[in-house]
């Protein structure tokens, strides 16, 4: 049996839509939120505003409990759940979930689908409550001390938790832990149990180190063809704007790029940086009129100054703001295991255009749409 206490110096903090968010612990370690390789994320989050969405999540199911507030969790057109503090809610993350009313703090648990997850809340008392625990398969259990403090006491060794920490013991097949809490206030329990063949769906390495693959950042086998930073970095600020589709199929094709580059590359698009910066260049150009500097001269520079810009500025924007190296997170196709295939055919089939139609048809008729390419069969069926 391993154990792990994870103390608030150690939690991620990140952004989503409705505030921020505190990974507690993850599992296999090292696996990042972002890239979809971990098996299970626990994770609390707080929120200020009335209305907020969560982020899919089709290949995971989840566990939400609310710590502080009271809200109403819409889980598409399926169902409603209403939770005040210390209720949860346990459902599919494929399914586009909001969230009404003020969730000011919560815990989160997001285990892969094909594994077991379950969550409890437990009241504190000074004397010894036993915790039944599954005794198959592999489990990782977590113990969350969320208000007050909790003792835990795992095989005759006891660890004392104070408010806020997390606690995760990892348990191999034909392990057994006899599991004791007490203290004052509340204490969280989880568990997530699976089979080792479970642990890689789509190729995820697993904690016992089978050797099983993942988007594989530390290699550079099936990379990008050994090209430099600047090199990819210069490519994909040529073909990273919303204007340029023949660019984007282009790079698709036969690249597949990691969730983490995915990402930024469309922060960066969405925000135009470089369009931003090569239209202050510009201004800077033609405040020079006034100075004396003529038309045709001011002409010159403006154009000098965009091919810097195509061919230096903007590739050193994107090789600073990217994950580097940049080599590692873009693969030829034909080197692919089995998790980097499937998010490849999702690239592959992602059309913002038809995205876009699909969301602006759907909110007007009401009709509800697995994905853009389903959207696309039902407008051009016949009739």
């Known amino acids: 049996m391993k154990k792990h206490i994870y103390s608030e110096d150690y939690f991620k ?65 399926e169902r409603t759940a209403s939770l005040g503090a210390w209720e949860s ?13 003020q969730l000011k703090k919560d815990y989160n648990l997001i285990h892969r689908k094909g594994t077991r997850g379950r969550m409890e809340l437990i009241e504190l008392t000074s004397e010894g409550q036993h915790v039944a625990c599954s005794t198959e398969g592999s489990r990782s259990i977590g113990l969350y001390s969320a208000e007050g403090y909790t003792v835990v006491s795992a095989d005759g060794k006891t660890d004392m938790l104070k408010e806020g920490q ?97 990402q930024k590359l469309q922060k960066l698009d969405k925000f135009f940086v470089t369009g931003i910066v090569w239209a202050v260049g510009v201004i800077v150009c033609l405040l020079l009129l006034p100075f004396g500097v003529g038309p045709k001269a001011v ?41 980097e295939r499937k998010i490849f055919e ?3 089939d992602y059309d913002p255009r038809k995205e876009k139609l699909m969301h602006k048809y759907r909110d007007r008729s009401g009709e509800q749409y697995k994905n853009a390419a389903d959207f696309w069969r039902k407008m051009n069926k016949d009739d």
């Open 13 to 77: 903090q990140s952004q989503w839509s409705g505030g921020n968010t505190y990974e507690l612990a993850i599992y296999p370690e090292g696996a990042e939120y972002l890239d979809r390789d971990f098996l299970w994320r626990l994770s609390s989050a707080d929120s200020d505003r009335e209305e907020s969405s969560f982020t899919k999540l089709p290949d995971y199911d989840r566990i939400l409990m609310v710590l502080d507030g009271s809200v109403v969790l819409a889980h598409g057109e």
């Open 299 to 339: 002409f010159g520079l403006i154009i000098a100054f965009s091919l810097v810009d195509v061919f230096l500025i903007s590739p050193l924007i994107y090789m600073l703001y990217l994950p580097r190296p940049l080599s590692a997170h873009v693969k030829n196709s034909d080197a692919l295991n089995a998790y």
């Open 89 to 101: 809610d346990a459902f599919d993350g494929a399914i586009k979930t909001k969230c009404f009313g």
């Open 346 to 348: 999702e690239q592959l």
């Open 166 to 262: 997390q606690m995760v013991l990892e348990l191999e097949p034909g392990e057994d832990v006899s599991l004791t809490v007490m203290g004052e206030g509340k204490c969280i329990f989880t568990e997530v149990a699976f089979e080792k063949d479970e642990v890689l769906q789509f190729g995820m390495e697993d904690a016992a180190g089978s050797g099983a693959e993942r988007f594989d950042t530390d290699s550079v086998s099936g990379s990008a063809g050994g090209q430099s930073d600047f090199m990819l970095a210069l490519k994909l600020s040529l073909g990273n704007n919303r204007w340029s589709s023949t660019m984007r199929k282009m790079k698709k094709k036969g690249l597949l790029y990691s969730p983490a580059l995915n």
